[in-house]
T-cell receptor
């Protein structure tokens, strides 16, 4: 059983569309991180959110940490083929990261 | 700054053998964590080392072990390999500040057990 539940599991959209990925848990985390992973490579850190209610924007990506620090969302505006990959959320509890199963995003040109 | 490096990148072993994987963290990072990634189980935490001491451990059998050296480099060992040990093994380093843990991953070692 995953400590963090991600939804949806798969997402396929057309270039230019928007998408949102969700990460939910019944546990409280000190911080939450989002990673993107491409096949055969390690996850690459996108953002770390620490404060409940925090919203971070990185170009077309918007990350939100829930007020209770149990859930998070990643929203991509005007998706591009380069956004294709496996998106992973990870919660930090006592220097140990627990990962969600991931959301596979495919952006079609 | 150079990123996290892992060697070797690919490895093929047979059942019953043992294997040692190596990880060099980002300069200045003192925490090194290891993860196993498989299609069925996703990313599973193996263990974390900080200043040569194992600080956290996941739910893996004792066949999985690790160590960290004084220069923060880390090795992971798997003895008596089983087919189910085939996976991508990822190492991540962290400055391990008190406010949050931000981990930087290496490219991984792809292990295939035949």
């Amino acid at each position: 059983t995953q400590l963090l539940e991600q939804s949806p599991q798969f997402l396929s959209i057309q270039e230019g569309e928007n998408l949102t990925v969700y990460c939910n848990s019944s546990s409280v985390f000190s911080s939450l991180q989002w990673y993107r992973q491409e096949p055969g490579e390690g996850p690459v850190l996108l953002v770390t959110v620490v404060t409940g209610g925090e919203v971070k924007k990185l170009k077309r990506l918007t990350f939100q940490f829930g007020d209770a620090r149990k859930d998070s969302s990643l929203h991509i505006t005007a998706a591009q083929p380069g956004d294709t990959g496996l998106y992973l959320c990870a919660g930090d509890n006592d220097y140990k990261l627990s990962f969600g199963a991931g959301t596979t995003v495919t952006v079609r040109a | 700054k150079a990123g996290v490096t892992q060697t070797p990148r690919y490895l093929i072993k047979t059942r019953g053998q043992q294997v040692t994987l190596s990880c060099s963290p980002i300069s200045g990072h003192r925490s090194v964590s290891w993860y196993q990634q498989t299609p069925g189980q996703g990313l599973q935490f193996l263990f974390e080392y900080f200043s040569e001491t194992q600080r956290n451990k996941g739910n893996f059998p004792g066949r999985f072990s690790g160590r960290q050296f004084s220069n923060s480099r880390s090795e992971m060992n798997v003895s008596t390999l089983e087919l189910g040990d085939s996976a991508l093994y990822l190492c991540a380093s962290s400055p391990a500040s008190r406010t949050s843990v931000t981990q930087y991953f290496g490219p991984g070692t792809r292990l295939l057990v035949l």
